[in-house]
């Protein structure tokens, strides 16, 4: 069984710096092929994806976001910490952790790996308000 | 960033309705398409991955389709749990950019 559970502040003022932790259980992040990312919503609006860390600790971020989030993990303690510095009122929103899984497909002669989200957390609600 | 597009932006529908949701991607993707189903206040539910393959525990009249740049979504008789908002995502290259989602309303 899966879960995941995002935690953090759920106010912070603008330009102080915002630290998400996701733990999870039911899966390893040292386990080839396992990732965990970040999402968020505005209220009333889409989804945006943030940054995501695979179990290699390669990690991959929104260009849009980049040089103000940092994500890492700690394998032994099941956790993925995010990082967002100078927030701002934008950056309202319920933030979420997820589960990356890949199915791998090989037809003929080429082998191929799609990759998903399949297990979210709840979400945690972060407002920037001073 | 690979710019994924929803249409229609909302609809309105009767239970036993067939709803077909389409989203387009920028360039093309492959198969490497997923559909996600989200109620007021939960958190995203995977419906869809690789374009067509049904997520174990979804029911069976949901079906996705497409490949390269246009895909669909279908729900084949909606159901009243189905009202909510769907979203395309690509994860063809990161970012992996969402749709800006279908809510899918009583009509």
């Known amino acids: 069984q899966i879960t995941l559970k995002e935690s953090g502040p759920t106010l912070v003022k603008p330009t102080q710096t915002l630290t998400l932790t996701c733990t999870f259980s039911?899966?390893?992040?040292?386990?080839?092929?396992?990732?965990v990312g970040w999402i968020r919503q505005p209220p009333g609006k889409a989804l945006e994806w943030l940054a995501l860390?695979?179990?290699?600790?390669?990690?991959r971020y929104s260009p849009s976001l980049k040089s103000r989030l940092t994500i890492t993990k700690d394998t032994s303690k099941n956790q993925v910490v995010l990082t967002i510095t100078n927030m701002d009122p934008v950056d309202t929103a319920t933030y979420y952790c997820a589960h990356r899984r890949a199915q791998g497909y090989c037809s003929a002669d080429t082998c191929y790996s799609f990759p998903y989200f399949d297990y979210w957390g709840q979400g945690t609600l972060v407002t920037v308000s001073s | 960033d690979i710019q994924m597009t929803q249409s229609p932006s909302s609809l309105s529908a009767s239970v036993g309705d067939r709803v077909t949701i389409t989203c387009r991607a920028s360039q093309s993707i492959s198969r490497y398409l997923n559909w996600y189903q989200q109620k007021p206040g939960k958190a995203p539910k995977l419906l869809i991955y690789?374009?067509?393959s049904l997520q174990s525990g979804v029911p069976s009249r949901f079906s996705g389709s497409g490949s390269g740049t246009d895909f669909t979504l279908t729900i084949s008789s909606l159901q009243p749990e189905d009202f909510a908002s769907y979203y395309c995502?690509?994860?063809?290259?990161?970012?992996?950019?969402f749709g800006q989602g279908t809510k899918v309303e009583i009509k």
């Open positions: 860390i695979y179990w290699d600790d390669d990690k």
């Open positions: 995502q690509q994860s063809y290259s990161t970012p992996w950019t």
């Open positions: 690789a374009a067509s």
């Open positions: 039911g899966f390893s992040l040292s386990t080839s092929g396992v990732g």
